[in-house]
């Protein structure tokens, strides 16, 4: 378990040290950790630490004669981890100690050792006075930037703040699949996942499934042979907006490609995906290969740059935008130290929805979406598009936003028309 304790310190470490995203530092990683008890306590400890950084500081402060801001990266992200462990993994207080002290040694601060040891002591000894936290602010209770905090309470006051931070400290972790009609039908998907001893739920949207975690998607038969693709719950409910009589769909931000291989599997019409990234339009050419969908045309685009050859074609346009995340804080916990502003985001989603809007035939219907929860984002500048565009008005969808839960993602879907409604 040490080797493993050496990954998941390597880790944070770059964390704190480089910014890395632990996410995908995570998976990286993982991809060299064969024993499975050994990946799922490397996820549990990156993940917790990160989840509970200010926390976790609060309580070390409390126990340690020196101040954080002195330590060096290395020995306070060992303490961290030592206590994350001591505190919410049940490690015995002698193991979380002796291999945070073998660790510090092994990293070449041997004299740390004894401060560590010293830190970790104490905070078993005090440990039910520290957990105590009902009292303490929120930025410590949740662990989360005191400027972020403010804003949440700003925007939808204590109550629901409360049962946002609540439900994302405890994220459900299930894969929607959606299955690709093209493929085969409803009966033959579900017999090729049973064969593979995966039972998928049925959800409220048409063709969309769920499925615990735990399942490893690239080693599928079912996914090999295309019958479904990744998507989130709620950019599938985006994604489903698209009118049936569609013919020409444009994605303007489209990688990974869960909702465009949602347009190209319910219409025989042309989809247009574009991201500006080249790799992952590469991943958008070699998903729908899989997939087998013919109607999918991914190019390399900045979608804040008006394509001319496109003006007032497309049927339907997603602008599925960049964003702060904020809806996403549970299963990238890391997003809840991040400073930003607002302005950041707010001038391209502008830029990028104007051009949606400019790529739309009268009659059109476009939809813009959002995985954060900041209503500056969302509602607000939507409410500002509206004002400026009056031949937009919302469609029969209207606008809905999703706080984040222990059941989803926050997420934000507004659905406007242009002129005259097509029908859906």
């Known amino acids: ?227 479904f693709h990744i998507v989130g719950r709620h950019s599938a409910e985006a994604a489903l907006l698209m009118p049936e009589s569609a013919q020409k769909i444009m994605d303007l931000c489209a990688a990974p490609g869960g909702k465009t291989f949602v347009f190209a599997a319910l219409t025989e019409g042309s989809v247009f995906s574009f991201d500006i990234h080249p790799h992952k339009i590469e991943n958008l050419h070699s998903s729908a290969k899989r997939l087998g969908h013919s109607n999918v045309a991914a190019a390399l685009a900045d979608a804040s740059e008006f394509l001319q050859d496109h003006a007032e074609t497309a049927d339907f346009v997603l602008c599925d935008v960049p964003c702060s995340g904020l809806g996403i804080m549970g299963k990238k916990p890391d997003i809840k130290y991040k400073k930003y502003h607002s302005k950041d985001f707010t001038e391209l989603q502008y830029k990028i929805l104007q051009n949606g809007a400019r790529y739309l035939k009268p009659g059109g219907r476009l939809v813009y979406s959002t995985c954060t929860i900041d209503r500056r984002e969302n509602e607000l500048l939507i409410e500002g598009f509206l004002s400026q565009n009056p031949q937009f008005s919302f469609d029969f969808y209207g606008q809905k936003t999703f706080l984040p839960d222990s059941a989803s993602d926050g997420f934000y879907i507004a659905a406007l028309k242009k002129g005259n409604q097509i029908e859906n």
């Open 1 to 227: 378990m040490m080797n493993a304790r050496t990954v998941a310190y390597k880790l944070i470490e770059e964390w704190e040290s480089q910014k890395t995203f632990p996410n995908l530092a995570l998976k990286k990683a993982l991809r060299s950790v064969s024993n499975e008890r050994d990946r799922r306590f490397i996820t549990a400890l990156v993940y917790g630490v990160v989840e509970r950084k200010i926390t976790l500081d609060h309580f070390l402060a409390k126990c340690s004669e020196r101040r954080l801001s002195s330590l060096s990266v290395p020995v306070l992200s060992i303490l961290r981890m030592g206590l994350y462990q001591l505190f919410y993994m049940q490690i015995p207080a002698s193991a979380a100690c002796n291999t945070s002290v073998d660790l510090i040694k092994h990293r070449g601060f041997a004299h740390s050792a004894g401060y560590v040891n010293a830190v970790l002591r104490r905070c078993d000894r005090e440990r039910e006075t520290l957990l105590q936290l009902k009292k303490a602010d929120f930025s410590v209770r949740y662990s989360i930037d005191p400027e972020l905090v403010e804003l949440l309470l700003d925007q939808y006051g204590k109550e629901t703040f409360v049962s946002i931070m609540e439900g994302i400290g405890n994220p459900d972790t299930s894969m929607y699949l959606f299955h690709n009609i093209k493929r085969g039908s409803e009966s033959e998907f579900i017999s090729a996942l049973k064969s593979e001893y995966i039972l998928p739920v049925p959800t409220d949207l048409p063709h969309l499934y769920k499925i615990n975690s735990g399942f490893s998607v690239e080693d599928s038969p079912a996914y090999q042979a295309g019958w």
